[in-house]
């Protein structure tokens, strides 16, 4: 670990030149050009600074660079706001199934016409892990903790004094290295200013404990899903019964509307994953363990920490949600019964719900603005994802 830290901060170097301006050209994505620049991008609230390749089109960060193999990050930024939201998603999936959720913080649209509008007091960021979807594949025999790294490097990128850290699955296992690595007093002497880790959120994941092994029907899912030479269409009705609970998929309209949404979006990058990235994020997952002491660590550390989970989940034995409990408490713990690995698509309005209600845990910066707070309430009586009840719990 200390190899690590040092590698890390050695490639931390003096800034020259503030791409803070370039907030606004950050759009969705097309592949990096070879051709773009090197250069160092200031963390304005930080005495570090960090390398990243960035070109002024595309949402890019090159990390590792100096202490592992680099990776270029595919990322994605909704809103401006004080109060920042890191999403981290799980194996073999792109930023992008986060969208359930990044569409809870957008405003109504007043015409047909509008652009969207994400709501003032929030900034949340999505992207692609290394080995996955638009980030690179390079390299191979990743760990979390490397993972944790590459997501701290663009958390410091971004310039963000706090943030509430959300993760699902390995996205969860990733989260809770990295919260880790925000309240440990000894990485923060090594790496300097870091910032304040104001909530943690860990869905459908584990620590590494006695409860890790993956279901048999999970086993057996995921290696046909794996190594069956097939169609994308047949791909997905394996992955299909991985994700969802059999009590959801029995009904033909929810089958029909989750295999149109994985099949025509490309939501999960397990519809055509790359083997490279494939195999490193599995030794990942398979290598991940947090020890006693640093769930300790974390625990009196007093971050609000929320763990939630669905009961029928073939993936990540609900056994484990009960030993991250046990491990963290006090904690939030929510059970969203009959749901399957993917909480937060299965059950949309109940994650959506416990995850702003979780926001609440820790003071929200208020926007001052008293039109945008009118705004803000009736986007939260509008949008079905978000309950009546949370939302007057959110804008009082």
Known sequence: MKTVKSNLKSCLATPCVTLREMENSRVLGRSCPPGSQHLPIPHEHHHHYL???????????????????PANLYYESFGQGPNKVIFIMGFLCIGEAWDRQVKAFRLPKESEDEEDRYDE?????????????????????????????DTLELILHLGWDTLHIVGMSLGGMIAMRLAYMLVDPATRSTLGPLPTLLTLNLGVTHAGGKNRITPKKGIWQSTKMLTTGITPNRRVKIVLPLLISKRALSDEKTYKEAFTEMRQTEKLAVVHPPIRGCLSQFLALVRHHMSDEELNLLRNSKVPTMIINGTADILIDPKNSDDLESALAPCERVVLDGAGHAINIEMEIEYNDAMFRHFQRRFLVQVKDAQQQVSYKLRC????????????AISS
């Open 381 to 392: 009586r509008t949008l079905s994802a978000v309950p009546h009840h949370m939302a007057n």
């Open 121 to 149: 007091r929030f900034e949340v960021v999505v992207f692609d892990n290394r080995g996955v979807g638009k980030s690179s594949h390079k390299g191979i025999g990743y760990t979390v903790e490397m993972m944790a790294l």
């Open 51 to 69: 390398y990243a390749r960035y070109d002024d089109e595309m949402p890019y960060i090159t990390v590792g660079e100096g202490r592992t193999k």
